[in-house]
């Protein structure tokens, strides 16, 4: 059984609730005050919700396994449930640092002063949080189906270019599909459990706790896989990403592709512990999509011209990596998996701040336009380079041990092809950043270079959004054993419900 810590255990109030309170509140106090309030408003509630963040961290046990801080409430036959574990708990700070880093980034944009844009990061932000720390299925979808609100009203409200209306009607296409057929799979799920004679329930712990009771596993994993295969996105399902990207803002689409690892974390919350048969029967199955999608979106990325394109196609690749790390079943590959999502999302971000600073000041994103931006934008450069490293995997940076750990852990399920593959695809991911940064920030452009704006850039609060990244990750990069500690019991824990051959524990100095 899963050890479950009550809140009130620990501290004095439900500290999560809150966390996921916290923006929607201030988002209704941004949508009912005066445009001019609503930026300062929007940072003070990012700023405490900072604080809270760190503070979850500093009471979360780390030594401990299983559910802590949690929250339960059954109201009208419905089940509320949050918790924390090895396995969410470095999202949620994460969340929170890009939420307001995305506000902070909006003080030098046109947006400053508009509610509507203030309000969906402030919603996004809360929904995020909610949907990590859900430990109801049905709740956990509910949270995934409202992200739709702040990504379209964003999209229609502030994004580029002209096809706006295309790209909402790929994003519901893809999404909306995702969505009913991660939905059905939760109802048979909980159905499964009433055919066993159990009560109808979609409480995480109950359908874990009672998973080799449940018929029609097969039919609940592809459900469910397809369903977050949509989200993560995985290949051949990531179709409405690079347009997402290139028509949405730097700053909705950083916490944005942060959100993609939603869809990661869903595959080990949600599959691995509730249809583990499945996923080792269908684990050669997906471990080929991850290959196809790590040389496809690299090659992709290569392609590009629009910096935007380029990282939504970086994104797919890496996506692949992450996804036969989840399909290792094993510890080493299980931890590098998640270690390595919060780095990814972390180093993407900075690069979409840095290419909307670009934006800001040129008014494009198109490589052949740009170059020679270093001089005058030494901060924005610096930005880009070290969160393109960190994509890379390169020493001192969080993704270099999690890569290690994943790449062990594939080696040893998989065998040394797949792990080669997987290398070869982040050397191919090394080609097209080094080389975009250096078309980016060195070589000078082959084409006319467009007038930089007359508009007068904070340089004070770019250098924020650059320290506050660039600290980061140099700092959990240098010092990677506290992460991997939150996430080590966790993945243990995990690791026992696999079968026995794939069950392997860490035992390695910093995994005891």
Same mark, same amino acid.
């Given at each position: 059984?899963?050890?479950? %810590?009550?809140?009130?255990?620990?501290? !004095?109030? #439900? +500290?999560?609730? $809150? @966390?996921? &309170?916290?923006? *929607?509140?201030?988002?209704?106090?941004?949508?009912?005050?005066?445009?001019?309030?609503?930026?300062?408003?929007?940072?003070?509630?990012?700023?405490?919700?900072?604080?809270?963040?760190?503070?979850?961290?500093?009471?979360?046990?780390?030594?401990?396994?299983?559910?802590?801080?949690?929250?339960?409430?059954?109201?009208?036959?419905?089940?509320?449930?949050?918790? %924390?574990?090895?396995?969410?708990?470095? !999202?949620? #700070? +994460?969340?929170? $640092? @890009?939420? &307001?880093?995305? *506000?902070?980034?909006?003080?030098?944009?046109?947006?400053?002063?508009?509610?509507?844009?203030?309000?969906?990061?402030?919603?996004?932000?809360?929904?995020?949080?909610?949907?990590?720390?859900?430990?109801?299925?049905?709740?956990?979808?509910?949270?995934?189906?409202?992200?739709?609100?702040?990504?379209?009203?964003?999209?229609?409200?502030?994004?580029?270019?002209?096809?706006?209306?295309?790209?909402?009607?790929?994003?519901?296409?893809?999404?909306?599909?995702? &969505?009913?057929?991660?939905?059905?799979?939760?109802?048979?799920?909980?159905?499964?459990?009433?055919?066993?004679?159990?009560?109808?329930?979609?409480?995480?712990?109950?359908?874990?706790?009672?998973?080799?009771?449940?018929?029609?596993?097969?039919?609940?994993?592809?459900?469910?896989?397809?369903?977050?295969?949509?989200?993560?996105?995985?290949?051949?399902?990531?179709?409405?990403?690079?347009?997402?990207?290139?028509?949405?803002?730097?700053?909705?689409?950083?916490?944005?592709?942060?959100?993609?690892?939603?869809?990661?974390?869903?595959?080990?919350?949600?599959?691995?512990?509730?249809?583990?048969?499945?996923?080792?029967?269908?684990?050669?199955?997906?471990?080929?999509?991850?290959?196809?999608?790590?040389?496809?979106?690299?090659?992709?990325?290569?392609?590009?011209?629009?910096?935007?394109?380029?990282?939504?196609?970086?994104?797919?690749?890496?996506?692949?990596?992450?996804?036969?790390?989840?399909?290792?079943?094993?510890?080493?590959?299980?931890?590098?998996?998640?270690?390595?999502?919060?780095?990814?999302?972390?180093?993407?971000?900075?690069?979409?701040?840095?290419?909307?600073?670009?934006?800001?000041?040129?008014?494009?994103?198109?490589?052949?336009?740009?170059?020679?931006?270093?001089?005058?934008?030494?901060?924005?450069?610096?930005?880009?380079?070290?969160?393109?490293?960190?994509?890379?995997?390169?020493?001192?940076?969080?993704?270099?041990?999690?890569?290690?750990?994943?790449?062990?852990?594939?080696?040893?399920?998989?065998?040394?092809?797949?792990?080669?593959?997987?290398?070869?695809?982040?050397?191919?991911?090394?080609?097209?950043?080094?080389?975009?940064?250096?078309?980016?920030?060195?070589?000078?452009?082959?084409?006319?270079?467009?007038?930089?704006?007359?508009?007068?850039?904070?340089?004070?609060?770019?250098?924020?959004?650059?320290?506050?990244?660039?600290?980061?990750?140099?700092?959990?990069?240098?010092?990677?054993?506290?992460?991997?500690?939150?996430?080590?019991?966790?993945?243990?824990?995990?690791?026992?419900?696999?079968?026995?051959?794939?069950?392997?524990?860490?035992?390695?100095?910093?995994?005891?």
């Amino acid at each position: 059984m899963t050890d479950i %810590v009550y809140w009130h255990a620990t501290i !004095f109030f #439900p +500290l999560l609730t $809150v @966390l996921t &309170l916290v923006p *929607l509140l201030t988002m209704g106090l941004v949508l009912f005050n005066k445009p001019s309030y609503s930026l300062n408003l929007g940072l003070s509630g990012a700023l405490l919700n900072l604080a809270l963040s760190i503070y979850l961290l500093r009471v979360f046990d780390s030594q401990a396994p299983g559910i802590h801080l949690a929250e339960s409430v059954d109201f009208l036959g419905l089940g509320y449930r949050v918790g %924390v574990d090895g396995t969410n708990i470095l !999202f949620v #700070p +994460l969340t929170a $640092v @890009l939420g &307001l880093l995305a *506000l902070v980034y909006t003080t030098i944009t046109r947006h400053r002063n508009d509610r509507l844009f203030v309000a969906c990061l402030l919603a996004y932000q809360g929904i995020l949080i909610g949907a990590f720390v859900a430990l109801n299925a049905m709740q956990f979808w509910f949270w995934c189906l409202l992200e739709l609100l702040p990504v379209v009203s964003l999209t229609v409200s502030a994004g580029t270019g002209e096809r706006r209306n295309q790209v909402i009607k790929t994003v519901l296409q893809y999404w909306l599909s995702g &969505l009913g057929m991660s939905l059905a799979g939760f109802l048979l799920l909980s159905m499964g459990l009433m055919q066993s004679g159990l009560d109808f329930s979609f409480d995480w712990l109950t359908l874990k706790h009672h998973n080799l009771a449940i018929p029609h596993e097969t039919l609940i994993f592809i459900l469910l896989f397809f369903g977050f295969a949509v989200r993560m996105p995985l290949f051949p399902f990531h179709a409405w990403l690079p347009l997402l990207a290139e028509h949405g803002t730097a700053a909705s689409a950083a916490i944005f592709l942060h959100g993609l690892k939603l869809g990661v974390y869903a595959l080990i919350r949600f599959i691995l512990p509730l249809v583990p048969g499945a996923a080792e029967h269908w684990a050669s199955f997906v471990v080929s999509l991850g290959l196809l999608g790590i040389f496809y979106g690299a090659l992709l990325a290569l392609m590009q011209i629009n910096m935007r394109r380029l990282l939504a196609f970086a994104v797919i690749s890496h996506t692949g990596m992450l996804v036969i790390g989840v399909f290792s079943f094993n510890d080493f590959a299980l931890e590098g998996s998640i270690l390595l999502s919060v780095a990814y999302g972390l180093a993407t971000a900075g690069m979409l701040f840095s290419i909307g600073l670009i934006y800001e000041r040129t008014r494009t994103s198109y490589l052949p336009r740009l170059g020679g931006l270093f001089e005058n934008n030494s901060a924005i450069g610096l930005l880009f380079l070290i969160s393109a490293l960190s994509t890379m995997v390169m020493p001192g940076t969080p993704g270099f041990d999690a890569a290690h750990l994943l790449i062990e852990g594939a080696i040893e399920e998989h065998g040394w092809l797949i792990a080669i593959a997987i290398l070869i695809g982040n050397v191919m991911a090394a080609g097209f950043l080094l080389w975009a940064f250096q078309r980016l920030f060195i070589a000078y452009p082959r084409r006319k270079v467009q007038p930089y704006s007359s508009i007068h850039h904070p340089v004070f609060q770019e250098r924020i959004i650059a320290l506050a990244i660039c600290g980061l990750l140099m700092a959990t990069g240098f010092y990677t054993t506290p992460w991997l500690k939150f996430i080590d019991q966790e993945a243990s824990e995990i690791g026992e419900h696999y079968p026995e051959h794939h069950s392997h524990h860490a035992n390695e100095p910093g995994h005891d």
